[in-house]
């Protein structure tokens, strides 16, 4: 048995967009789905949205953050979650970062499992995308790394986010101490 990898390398793509897209995507005919802004969401919620969603991307920065830090994110007047909700159960989200009025950030974006394959890619970008243009910024930025979903780049080029730097790091994978923790928290089965 191969010990757990202490480190991941990876490479990060910065993208911008700095003019709202002309294409709109709807949502694809016989799909039962809706977006619903969830506001101040519980905490054990939006860890268990980041888990569904991130885990096989390695999404754990969020995941590590203890209960007041991650509050303090998430609660933020300049945040805001929005659910994907696929025949009435949870199946993604997107976290808009409005800190920076001039410089809105898609922070994340993603669908769980069960959700791909059904056409809501674009859809769910599209809505964000608009989402993250209400406030008439100057640009909206988004970034994914090469452990993300592969669809993940070229989706968001598709859409209109053009490529601005790229940078490499690393980053540490969810260990079986993280997990159990997760577990202990009923965000994830033990």
């Known amino acids: 048995m191969s010990a757990e990898p202490q480190t991941l390398d990876t490479t990060i793509t910065f993208l ?6 002309v294409k709109r995507y709807p949502l694809p005919l016989g799909v039962n789905a809706a977006i ?6 519980q905490l054990a919620f939006y860890r268990f949205l980041q888990f569904q ?19 303090s994110v998430i609660h933020a ?3 805001e979650i929005y659910v994907l909700y696929l025949d009435g159960a ?7 970062n409005r800190a920076d009025p001039a410089s809105i950030d898609l922070a994340y974006f993603g669908m769980m499992p069960h959700a791909a394959g059904r056409g809501l890619g674009r859809w769910l970008l599209s ?3 608009e989402a993250c243009w209400a406030s008439e910024p100057e640009r909206i930025t988004v970034n994914t790394c090469t452990l993300d979903h592969p669809a993940a780049l070229p989706l968001y080029q598709k859409l ?3 490529p601005v730097r790229r940078e490499d790091s690393t980053l540490r994978p969810l260990s079986k101490t993280d997990l159990h923790r997760l577990a202990e928290q009923g965000i994830v089965q033990g």
């Not at 619903?36 to 969401?41: D, T, V």
């Not at 969603?53 to 920065?61: A, D, L, M, Q």
């Open 36 to 41: 619903l802004h969830a506001e101040k969401p």
């Open 77 to 79: 007047d300049t945040t």
């Open 127 to 129: 809505r964000a995308i």
């Open 16 to 21: 911008e967009m700095t003019v709202p897209p």
């Open 160 to 162: 209109g986010f053009q």
């Open 53 to 71: 969603v991130g885990y096989p991307w390695k999404w754990e920065y969020r995941l590590r953050m203890d209960d007041e830090t991650l509050a």
């Open 90 to 96: 949870p199946a993604g989200f997107y976290e808009i």
